[in-house]
Protein backbone atom coordinates (compact mmCIF):
# COMPACT_ATOMS: atom_id res chain seq x y z
CA UNK A 1 0.00 0.00 0.00
CA UNK A 2 0.58 4.24 0.14
CA UNK A 3 1.57 4.23 -3.83
CA UNK A 4 2.20 7.14 -5.19
CA UNK A 5 2.24 7.39 -9.29
CA UNK A 6 3.62 10.61 -11.61
CA UNK A 7 2.58 11.15 -15.15
CA UNK A 8 4.55 12.00 -17.19
CA UNK A 9 8.24 10.21 -15.94
CA UNK A 10 9.82 12.23 -18.48
CA UNK A 11 8.81 15.16 -20.68
CA UNK A 12 10.69 17.18 -23.00
CA UNK A 13 9.63 20.71 -24.68
CA UNK A 14 10.56 23.86 -25.87
CA UNK A 15 11.03 26.90 -24.82
CA UNK A 16 7.87 28.89 -23.52
CA UNK A 17 5.30 26.12 -23.65
CA UNK A 18 3.49 24.94 -20.80
CA UNK A 19 3.96 21.05 -18.70
CA UNK A 20 1.46 19.90 -16.48
CA UNK A 21 2.69 17.40 -13.86
CA UNK A 22 0.18 14.72 -11.96
CA UNK A 23 0.77 13.20 -8.74
CA UNK A 24 -1.39 10.77 -7.60
CA UNK A 25 -2.12 8.77 -4.54
CA UNK A 26 -3.22 5.43 -5.65
CA UNK A 27 -4.35 3.63 -2.54
CA UNK A 28 -4.61 5.90 0.04
CA UNK A 29 -6.31 9.60 0.71
CA UNK A 30 -3.45 12.06 0.72
CA UNK A 31 -4.48 15.45 3.15
CA UNK A 32 -1.25 16.87 2.19
CA UNK A 33 1.08 16.82 -0.95
CA UNK A 34 4.32 18.12 -1.19
CA UNK A 35 6.17 18.99 -4.32
CA UNK A 36 9.92 18.95 -4.57
CA UNK A 37 12.72 20.08 -7.25
CA UNK A 38 16.10 18.52 -7.30
CA UNK A 39 18.88 19.39 -10.08
CA UNK A 40 21.51 17.32 -10.95
CA UNK A 41 23.69 15.50 -8.14
CA UNK A 42 21.65 18.27 -5.29
CA UNK A 43 19.21 17.42 -2.74
CA UNK A 44 15.48 17.58 -2.57
CA UNK A 45 14.52 21.28 -2.53
CA UNK A 46 10.73 21.99 -1.24
CA UNK A 47 8.77 24.12 -3.40
CA UNK A 48 5.45 23.77 -2.29
CA UNK A 49 3.19 22.01 0.35
CA UNK A 50 -0.29 21.23 -1.08
CA UNK A 51 -3.61 20.87 1.05
CA UNK A 52 -6.97 19.64 -0.57
CA UNK A 53 -9.40 22.41 -1.21
CA UNK A 54 -6.87 25.03 -0.27
CA UNK A 55 -3.91 26.95 -2.30
CA UNK A 56 -0.46 25.95 -1.72
CA UNK A 57 2.09 27.25 0.16
CA UNK A 58 4.96 28.59 -1.63
CA UNK A 59 8.51 28.57 -0.76
CA UNK A 60 10.66 31.57 -0.38
CA UNK A 61 12.21 32.15 -3.66
CA UNK A 62 9.81 29.65 -5.98
CA UNK A 63 7.34 31.66 -8.16
CA UNK A 64 3.67 31.46 -7.71
CA UNK A 65 2.51 32.13 -11.66
CA UNK A 66 5.63 30.05 -12.82
CA UNK A 67 4.44 26.85 -10.96
CA UNK A 68 0.70 26.67 -10.61
CA UNK A 69 -0.39 23.91 -8.17
CA UNK A 70 -3.86 22.50 -7.74
CA UNK A 71 -4.97 19.96 -5.33
CA UNK A 72 -8.62 19.39 -6.43
CA UNK A 73 -9.11 15.98 -4.20
CA UNK A 74 -7.68 13.93 -1.67
CA UNK A 75 -5.51 11.84 -4.39
CA UNK A 76 -4.36 13.92 -6.73
CA UNK A 77 -2.35 17.17 -7.12
CA UNK A 78 -1.45 18.83 -9.55
CA UNK A 79 2.02 21.18 -11.04
CA UNK A 80 1.92 23.51 -13.95
CA UNK A 81 5.39 24.80 -15.23
CA UNK A 82 4.29 27.68 -17.00
CA UNK A 83 5.99 29.56 -20.22
CA UNK A 84 8.64 27.10 -19.22
CA UNK A 85 12.78 28.03 -19.73
CA UNK A 86 15.67 26.03 -19.82
CA UNK A 87 16.33 26.53 -16.47
CA UNK A 88 13.18 24.80 -15.32
CA UNK A 89 14.92 21.55 -16.16
CA UNK A 90 14.67 19.26 -13.35
CA UNK A 91 13.62 16.17 -11.48
CA UNK A 92 10.51 17.01 -10.05
CA UNK A 93 9.24 14.99 -7.05
CA UNK A 94 6.07 14.75 -5.51
CA UNK A 95 5.24 13.21 -1.91
CA UNK A 96 1.64 12.68 -0.13
CA UNK A 97 0.91 12.30 3.46
CA UNK A 98 -1.15 9.17 3.85
CA UNK A 99 -4.02 9.95 6.49
CA UNK A 100 -4.18 7.18 8.24
CA UNK A 101 -0.29 7.23 8.51
CA UNK A 102 0.44 10.83 9.83
CA UNK A 103 4.11 10.81 10.20
CA UNK A 104 5.33 9.30 6.75
CA UNK A 105 5.74 10.56 3.00
CA UNK A 106 5.39 8.70 0.33
CA UNK A 107 7.39 9.28 -2.49
CA UNK A 108 6.34 9.47 -6.20
CA UNK A 109 8.89 8.11 -8.84
CA UNK A 110 10.20 11.82 -9.77
CA UNK A 111 9.48 13.38 -13.40
CA UNK A 112 12.30 14.31 -15.34
CA UNK A 113 11.80 17.78 -16.98
CA UNK A 114 13.70 19.19 -20.03
CA UNK A 115 13.35 22.09 -21.69
CA UNK A 116 14.49 23.03 -25.02
CA UNK B 1 13.40 25.68 12.10
CA UNK B 2 15.43 22.51 11.51
CA UNK B 3 18.19 21.35 9.42
CA UNK B 4 20.33 18.20 8.21
CA UNK B 5 24.25 17.68 7.62
CA UNK B 6 25.50 14.98 6.05
CA UNK B 7 29.35 14.87 6.69
CA UNK B 8 30.69 13.44 3.36
CA UNK B 9 29.77 13.96 0.21
CA UNK B 10 30.54 10.57 -1.24
CA UNK B 11 32.25 7.37 0.33
CA UNK B 12 33.56 4.22 -0.68
CA UNK B 13 33.31 0.85 1.04
CA UNK B 14 34.60 -2.10 -0.57
CA UNK B 15 32.20 -4.98 -0.95
CA UNK B 16 31.54 -6.93 2.64
CA UNK B 17 32.73 -4.17 4.51
CA UNK B 18 31.14 -1.94 6.82
CA UNK B 19 28.77 1.08 6.27
CA UNK B 20 28.34 4.30 7.63
CA UNK B 21 26.91 7.00 6.53
CA UNK B 22 26.75 10.13 8.79
CA UNK B 23 23.79 12.50 9.67
CA UNK B 24 23.35 15.39 12.17
CA UNK B 25 19.94 17.33 12.56
CA UNK B 26 19.61 20.54 14.51
CA UNK B 27 15.40 21.14 15.25
CA UNK B 28 13.72 23.10 18.23
CA UNK B 29 11.22 20.50 18.15
CA UNK B 30 11.10 16.80 19.10
CA UNK B 31 12.72 15.58 15.35
CA UNK B 32 11.35 13.08 13.08
CA UNK B 33 13.84 11.39 11.25
CA UNK B 34 14.46 9.37 8.05
CA UNK B 35 17.03 7.72 5.83
CA UNK B 36 16.30 7.46 2.39
CA UNK B 37 17.84 6.00 -0.93
CA UNK B 38 17.46 6.96 -4.22
CA UNK B 39 18.63 5.00 -7.42
CA UNK B 40 19.50 7.08 -10.39
CA UNK B 41 16.76 8.65 -12.20
CA UNK B 42 14.47 7.40 -9.41
CA UNK B 43 12.48 8.53 -6.70
CA UNK B 44 13.02 7.97 -2.80
CA UNK B 45 12.72 4.62 -1.29
CA UNK B 46 12.46 4.71 2.68
CA UNK B 47 15.09 2.64 4.48
CA UNK B 48 14.07 3.27 8.05
CA UNK B 49 12.41 5.96 10.27
CA UNK B 50 12.80 7.36 13.83
CA UNK B 51 9.73 8.32 15.77
CA UNK B 52 10.49 8.65 18.90
CA UNK B 53 9.93 5.18 19.80
CA UNK B 54 12.82 2.91 20.08
CA UNK B 55 16.64 4.89 19.51
CA UNK B 56 17.77 1.56 17.56
CA UNK B 57 16.03 1.66 14.10
CA UNK B 58 16.24 -1.10 11.66
CA UNK B 59 15.33 -0.94 8.13
CA UNK B 60 15.21 -2.36 4.76
CA UNK B 61 18.39 -4.53 3.40
CA UNK B 62 19.93 -4.86 6.32
CA UNK B 63 20.16 -1.19 6.76
CA UNK B 64 19.99 0.09 10.40
CA UNK B 65 20.39 3.90 12.64
CA UNK B 66 20.63 4.83 15.89
CA UNK B 67 19.30 7.95 17.45
CA UNK B 68 21.30 9.51 19.72
CA UNK B 69 20.41 12.59 20.87
CA UNK B 70 23.34 14.41 23.17
CA UNK B 71 25.58 13.97 19.75
CA UNK B 72 21.90 15.31 17.69
CA UNK B 73 23.07 12.29 15.15
CA UNK B 74 21.13 9.81 13.35
CA UNK B 75 24.09 7.36 11.46
CA UNK B 76 23.30 5.20 8.85
CA UNK B 77 25.08 1.56 8.98
CA UNK B 78 25.17 -1.39 7.25
CA UNK B 79 27.62 -4.42 8.44
CA UNK B 80 28.21 -5.43 4.89
CA UNK B 81 28.45 -3.66 1.81
CA UNK B 82 26.54 -5.34 -0.91
CA UNK B 83 27.20 -3.95 -4.80
CA UNK B 84 23.57 -3.21 -5.34
CA UNK B 85 23.91 -0.35 -2.12
CA UNK B 86 25.79 1.74 -4.59
CA UNK B 87 23.40 4.51 -4.82
CA UNK B 88 22.76 8.17 -3.12
CA UNK B 89 21.30 8.13 0.49
CA UNK B 90 19.85 11.26 2.00
CA UNK B 91 18.77 11.67 5.54
CA UNK B 92 15.53 13.97 6.86
CA UNK B 93 14.07 15.53 9.64
CA UNK B 94 10.82 17.20 10.14
CA UNK B 95 8.61 18.02 13.05
CA UNK B 96 5.93 15.44 14.48
CA UNK B 97 3.04 16.53 11.89
CA UNK B 98 2.81 14.31 9.07
CA UNK B 99 1.70 17.97 7.45
CA UNK B 100 5.12 19.24 7.66
CA UNK B 101 7.68 19.28 5.19
CA UNK B 102 11.00 16.56 5.21
CA UNK B 103 14.02 18.93 5.33
CA UNK B 104 16.60 17.29 3.05
CA UNK B 105 20.63 16.71 3.52
CA UNK B 106 22.52 17.10 0.79
CA UNK B 107 23.09 13.39 0.22
CA UNK B 108 25.41 11.34 0.25
CA UNK B 109 26.65 9.01 -2.87
CA UNK B 110 28.00 5.54 -1.71
CA UNK B 111 30.35 3.25 -4.14
CA UNK B 112 30.67 0.06 -3.50
CA UNK B 113 33.88 -1.56 -4.91
CA UNK B 114 34.19 -5.44 -6.22
Known amino acids: GAVVSQHPSWVICKSGTSVKIECRSL??????MFWYRQFPKQSLMLMATSNEGSKATYEQGVEKDKFLINHASLTLSTLTVTSAHPEDSSFYIC????????????FGPGTRLTVL | AQSVTQLGSHVSVSEGALVLLRCNYSSSVPPYLFWYVQYPNQGLQLLLKYTSAATLVKGINGFEAEFKKSETSFHLTKPSAHMSDAAEYFCAVSGASGNTPLVFGKGTRLSVIA
Open chain 1, 27 to 32: DFQATT
Open chain 1, 95 to 106: SATDRGRYNEQF
